[in-house]
């Protein structure tokens, strides 16, 4: 029997993206026979204490808390996976890399870009492993595609296309969650789902120079929120509303630095698309499309084969890591296998001790685009991307 060093996890926040990383970790050994290590479920905490008993009683558990401090504090835990509404992101993630514990914590990393700068100096401070949940890159044919560009299939890079539609906030009775909420989750779809779609651009193509964007939230009011919802759960007409705090809606044209232009939008409350997480990137010798919603497949277009025009290349166990989840080719795999991916990843890096990719030096390339987005939204003219740093 092989002896591989344990990574001794705590979790901090179990709705629906912390019990994914869960399932996650439970799977890496199943998954991954290469694997350098095993990760080890310590402690879970959570604001419900519903919550920490499944935690506990169907996750494998030992124990849990509902005061994510006790995570913090306990010596047995090597990494921390932070899953809590943005703006507690901040002051948990700084806590955790200043007792010497290495540091996974959803997207964007904060709620408001100057919290991610504070972030990541403390990780960087302190020397820990960092991660971020752009788990998107880690599908198979988002893989291809950057090895396409980077293979210099599509020639010369001149257009870029992101957006990110999702219904989840479309239903006027969905309720006010901590998504809606400055306090809670700092911005709106700019903190939320546009990230993955700059971070995507990011990776494929390169960093952002010139940023010209705006805003707008198209449902101001919405149903008082119940204990233990989501920002999937629905209200009834009638019920008691609250203000939106945050946008539902942004656009932007941008400059990158290698000079192609691009375009990018985001919504969350458009009716139509369910989960459009895509790309189109455009060179000059041929072109690719991916989407989430048909994450197995990549519409490619090579010049040099001009007369097939695009072809749907779908994925398999020749692209990366697709091979761990099912053999063969065109046999789908989902979701929350990326997180497993992403997962993996993650902790072979702690494992290596090195820096992961992406971590929050990455987070802090959204946030320095999200910066200047905003402020082109106030000032309604061209910025420029600066990288953010502690003032």
Not at 249 to 266: H, I, K, N, P, Q
């Amino acid at each position: 029997m092989t002896s591989r060093p344990r990574i001794r996890i705590g979790v901090i926040g179990f709705g629906w993206m912390g019990q994914a990383h869960t399932r996650s970790y439970l799977r890496i050994p199943t998954l991954f026979p290469e694997r350098s290590y095993d990760p080890e479920l310590v402690m879970i905490s959570d604001a419900s204490a519903e919550r920490i008993e499944q935690a506990v009683e169907s996750f494998g558990f030992p124990h849990g808390s509902l005061d994510w401090n006790d995570v913090i504090a306990n010596d047995d835990i090597d990494v921390v996976c932070i899953c809590a509404p943005n703006m507690l992101h901040e002051p948990i993630a700084v806590a955790a890399a200043e007792a010497g514990k290495h540091v996974f914590c959803e997207k964007p990393v904060g709620g408001v870009p100057a919290q991610t700068v504070r972030i990541e100096a403390a990780s960087r401070a302190a020397g820990v492993t960092t991660g971020v949940g752009y788990n998107y890159r880690w599908a198979p044919m988002v893989q291809y595609a950057k090895q396409l560009i980077e293979a210099g299939e599509l020639g010369e890079i001149t257009n870029y296309r992101g957006r990110f539609f999702s219904m989840y906030g479309a239903d006027p009775m969905g309720l006010l969650s901590w998504r809606f909420m400055l306090g809670e989750a700092g911005h709106g779809v700019s903190t939320d789902i546009l990230s993955h779609s700059v971070d995507l651009a990011h990776m494929l193509v390169g960093g952002i120079e010139r940023v010209v964007g705006t805003g707008h939230t198209f449902i101001p009011e919405r149903p008082l929120p119940k204990p233990g919802g989501t920002h999937y759960d629905r209200g009834e007409p009638g019920d008691p509303t609250g203000a939106v705090e945050n946008e539902d809606y942004f656009g932007a044209m941008v400059v990158f630095d290698s000079g192609a232009r691009g375009v990018f939008e985001s919504s969350r409350s458009i009716v139509g698309p369910e989960s459009q997480c895509a790309f189109e990137v455009y060179g000059t010798k041929g072109s690719l499309k991916w989407n989430l919603e048909t994450m197995n497949e990549l519409q490619l277009f090579l010049s040099s084969d001009a007369a097939r025009g695009y072809t749907t290349v779908y994925a398999g166990d020749r692209y990366p890591y697709h091979g761990h989840f099912v053999p063969g080719d065109a046999n789908a795999i989902g979701y929350e296998d990326l997180k497993v991916i992403e997962d993996f990843e993650f902790l072979s890096s702690v494992a290596a001790d090195r820096q992961h990719q992406p971590g929050f030096a990455e987070a802090i390339d959204y946030v320095s685009v999200q910066d200047a987005l905003l402020r082109s939204w106030e000032s309604e003219k061209w910025e420029t991307v600066s990288r953010l740093a502690p003032r």
